[in-house]
C-alpha cells in the first residue's frame, strides 16, 4: 500500500507563485505515473499534470501550459507542482496521484489507484 501525502497550499495574491509537495511512502519503489488533480468549488475534479517516470515526459492541461512545472527529486521521493503567476481560477484543493503503471489515459482519474488528501490553494483577487 502506497501513503501519499500533499503539502505547500495556502492563500495567496493574484500573480504569486506557489510550490506544492507531494511524498510517497510505503511500497512506492515501483511509481511510474504521477499526477496532479485539483477541485475547484462547486466543480468536479479536474486534470493537471502528469509526469512518466520512464520517458521523464511531462503534460499539461491547457489552461496551466507554461505556468505550472511539475517535477521530481528521486533522493527525497518527492513530486513538486509549481504554479507561477497564480489566478483566482486555480483556487481549488489540489491532489497528488500516483500509480505503478503508465497509461495513455494520463489525464483520467481512474488511472491512479494512490491519492493524498488534498491540499486547499486560495487565490484572491
Known amino acids: 500500500q502506497v501513503q501519499v501525502v500533499e503539502s505547500g497550499g495556502g492563500l495567496v495574491q493574484t500573480g504569486d507563485s506557489l510550490t506544492l509537495s507531494c511524498t510517497a511512502s510505503g511500497d512506492s519503489s515501483t511509481l511510474k505515473m504521477l499526477g496532479w488533480f485539483r477541485k475547484p468549488p462547486e466543480k468536479g475534479l479536474q486534470w493537471v499534470s502528469s509526469?512518466?517516470?520512464?520517458?521523464?515526459?511531462?503534460y499539461y492541461t491547457q489552461s496551466v501550459e507554461g505556468r505550472y512545472t511539475i517535477s521530481r527529486d528521486n533522493a527525497k521521493n518527492t513530486l513538486y507542482l509549481q504554479m507561477n503567476n497564480l489566478t483566482p481560477d486555480d483556487t481549488a484543493v489540489y491532489y497528488c496521484a500516483v500509480d505503478s503503471t503508465w497509461r495513455v489515459r494520463y489525464y483520467s482519474q481512474s488511472s491512479y489507484a494512490y491519492w493524498g488528501q488534498g491540499t486547499q490553494v486560495t487565490v484572491s483577487s
Open positions: 509526469l512518466d517516470t520512464s520517458s521523464q515526459s511531462t
